[in-house]
């Protein structure tokens, strides 16, 4: 190695056309290329495609050892090149055939997370067709970097600074903020998160604020080991999960007061809860600075307190709501489900399928706001386990109060409490009245 010259390994693959010429070609061109040396190749293997995609060849793999005195960056510009000269479409879509791919796996010791460019390359220790040529080119692995996803951050200094990069880098960045105890609405928000996003952010953080002085801020669900294997599968990249210190210093005295969005429904029965809500996601939304964050439907007062207070307060986000996971027997996915007794387990259906009740009575031509609230609250008098909270048709989106007389749309929302279990349990549903209807 001369000054100047990093020790870089590239893996190379083939599964459209000539593979072998086409792997040779590559590696000529790699070694002609000025600022590049070709130190030695592995021998090529034969892998089938890993994860999915439509039916095609097997491929030819290897991995190469280069020096070089480019950037990552240009050497990753002459790896497009020699995929594009190769015939290879671009940009190309994911796990199609292709005549050429090269795959910057180590760049020296350096970590690099930009939108163009992660090294080491973050799942080249998951895949046997560079493993096996890296360990023959006498790689040892076990001492070599991984990306260990994702990462957890506790002080917001270092969870804002890890934000700054990827923004710095030009990534898209995506924030889930949840309480924890992950389920699997949770891990659709995250899902959505990763389609949408370049770099996706999960917070895990129970907030105090938004209890009210006899509900179970004490008591509410904890579970970080699991969390964090959930957020590891639905391949989230950092997680911020803060103590109350390191959230709300001793000093703390400014909070977010919301207005109209807040009133009526849950504002109306926990007081206080929407503005703790508003606070602790103004200060998430300042501490990550991201493009977009993940909200549920399921708590779709709550969205449209976010929604509004993200507008009133100029945060540079796009919200985006996320439809409601439910269980296969239709009650909503929530947290809280667990402390459910087996008979209120049972009975908490009739929330789910009192909105499906009334969005059936509109699909055939029921227009009459109040008589799709009756139709809602007779069909959950039929189950005395659910003490109701509240029934409410509201407008898409705002959640705005709407008049007696004809609707022609709206969203129905329910609270009820359930008594038998562990500790009492609160639990919300919503379903818009056009959701999922053929209304043709
Ligand atoms: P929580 O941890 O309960 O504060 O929820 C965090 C986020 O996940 C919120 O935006 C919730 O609306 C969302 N969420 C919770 N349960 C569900 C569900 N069943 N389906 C979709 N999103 C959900």
Redesign the pocket.
């Known amino acids: 190695m001369t000054v100047g010259e990093t020790l870089v390994f590239v893996a190379f693959g083939s599964n459209e056309g000539d593979r072998e010429q086409h792997l040779r070609t590559a590696l000529q061109r790699l070694g002609a290329t000025p600022g590049i040396v070709v130190v030695r190749t592995s021998q090529l293997r034969e892998s089938t495609l890993q994860g999915h995609g439509p039916a095609q060849g097997a491929f030819l793999n290897g991995v190469v050892q280069l020096r070089t005195t480019l950037s990552a960056l240009a050497l990753l510009g002459v790896c497009k090149a020699l995929e594009g000269m190769a015939g290879r479409r671009l940009p190309a879509p994911r796990n199609h055939p292709r005549p050429l791919d090269l795959d910057l796996i180590f760049y020296g010791q350096e970590r690099i997370d930009t939108r163009e460019l992660v090294v080491p390359h973050p799942r080249w220790h998951e895949r046997e067709f560079v493993c096996e040529p890296l360990r023959e080119l006498g790689v040892d692995l076990d001492a070599s970097p991984r990306h260990v996803a994702p990462r957890v951050y506790e002080p917001p200094i270092e969870f804002a600074a890890q934000c700054s990069e990827w923004l710095a880098g030009g990534c898209v960045v995506g924030l ?11 891990r ?2 995250m899902a959505i998160a990763r389609r949408e996003c370049d770099r996706v952010a999960a917070t ?1 953080f ?2 105090p604020l938004q209890f009210g002085p006899n509900e179970d801020f004490a008591a509410y669900p904890r579970d970080l080991t699991g969390d964090l294997a959930i957020c590891a599968e639905a391949g989230v990249d950092a997680v911020f999960a803060p103590t109350v210190a390191q959230m709300y210093d001793p000093e703390f005295c400014s909070h977010v007061a919301v207005g109209a969005a807040a009133q009526g429904m849950e504002g109306a029965l926990r007081k206080d809860h929407f503005g703790g ?1 508003a606070t602790v996601v103004a200060r998430l939304f300042a501490i990550a600075r991201p493009h977009r964050a ?7 007062q ?2 449209a307190v ?1 929604r509004r207070m993200t507008r009133d307060l100029g945060f540079p986000i796009r919200i985006v709501g ?5 269980e296969a027997d239709g009650l ?5 489900n667990v402390y459910l007794g087996a008979a209120d387990r049972a009975a908490s259906t009739i929330l789910h399928r009192a909105l499906r009740s009334a969005q059936g009575a509109f699909v055939r031509g029921e227009r009459d706001r109040d008589a799709l609230l009756a139709r809602v609250r007779a069909v959950l008098a039929t189950e005395p386990r659910a003490e109701v909270d509240y029934v409410e048709l509201r407008s898409e989106g705002a959640l705005a109060e709407l008049p007696p007389g004809p609707v022609d749309g709206g969203r129905l929302l329910v609270a009820a409490k359930f008594r038998d279990g562990a500790r009492p349990v609160r639990l919300l549903d919503n379903l818009s009245l056009r959701e999922g209807a053929d209304l043709a």
């Open positions: 889930v903020p949840t309480m924890g105890a992950l389920h699997a609405g949770h659709s928000l895990i129970v907030n809500v993940y909200f549920g439907e399921k708590d779709a709550q969205l976010i996320c439809p409601i996971v439910r909503a996915r929530s947290s809280r």
